[in-house]
């Protein structure tokens, strides 16, 4: 299947087709089915106090399944939204309304200059699983009450990771890892300059700590636009950007 993922707001044409086609179960589902459509969970959100700042879908070929397919988004407490601070809690929410995904929140920190959002890895912040029989929104909100909880450590942790300068060659080891995770299998691997990953793309990213260079890393492993030699070619090509919903959420977890 084809994926791609794409930004919006809760007023974008394709999160109003799903809010519009997913009042009813896709056909064909079992009868024991219970839908738990997205947009009645962003307005459970927002009643918490988030606002909706990306959303993002797979792209289906096959005829029924568009307006039904995985989808993922990232709130936002509003307060912080509208202060526009740089960095700010995040809670990623996937679903499917389709039957293929369970409801999925996880927790995170999210950059509002580059709308990166990076989510935290099972060790440190579990996810929360939710399957669709047993949804109810005092099971939403106490799994978000709980995610919340467990964010004051995120904010300790950024703080030492931008306290703690890296050297060239531990910024390198942590760039040649990125690539292990963008590439897990290492016969697709490429070769990959870490000058190209470490290179900031704007003023806000200059700087040797951890946070900065994880911050560079990320953007660059999920957007592309760096060059590598694969393989499977003589010359080199420029990356695209990842597209799948299940590989940018792996991706940012593992690191």
């Not at 070929?61 to 939204?81: E, M, N, S, W």
């Not at 390198?172 to 290179?199: C, E, G, K, M, Y």
């Not at 040797?208 to 090509?237: D, M, P």
């Amino acid at each position: 299947m084809n994926n791609a993922t794409e930004p919006a707001n809760d007023r974008s044409e394709k999160f109003q087709k799903i809010s519009m086609e997913s009042t009813l179960a896709k056909k064909g589902l079992s009868a024991n089915y219970r839908l738990i459509d997205t947009s009645s969970i962003v307005r459970q959100m927002q009643t918490l106090g988030f606002e909706m700042v990306h959303y993002s879908q797979t792209r289906v070929r096959t005829k029924g399944r568009d307006g039904f397919q995985k989808h993922l988004i990232y709130l936002c407490p509003a307060a912080d939204v509208l202060e526009r601070n740089e960095v700010i809690p995040l809670i990623s929410v996937t679903n499917s309304h389709d039957g293929t995904t369970a409801l999925r929140l996880c927790a995170g920190m999210y950059r509002l200059v580059c709308s990166n959002g990076l989510i935290v890895g099972e060790g440190t912040l579990s996810a929360v699983r939710i399957i669709h029989r047993d949804y109810s929104a005092a099971r939403l909100e106490k799994s978000v009450e709980g995610l919340l909880r467990g964010m004051g450590h995120l904010k300790v942790a950024r703080k030492l990771w931008s306290e703690f300068a890296l050297s060239p060659a531990m910024a390198n080891r942590f760039a040649h890892a990125a690539v292990a995770i963008r590439w897990p299998v290492s016969q697709d691997r490429p070769t990959v300059a870490v000058s190209d990953l470490l290179a900031p793309i704007r003023a806000e990213d200059n700087g040797n700590s951890l946070w900065h260079i994880l911050n560079r890393v990320q953007e660059k492993k999920l957007l592309g636009g760096f060059e590598a030699c694969f393989k499977s070619s003589t010359e080199r090509r420029r990356v695209r950007r990842i597209q799948g919903i299940d590989s940018i959420v792996r991706i940012n977890r593992g690191l």
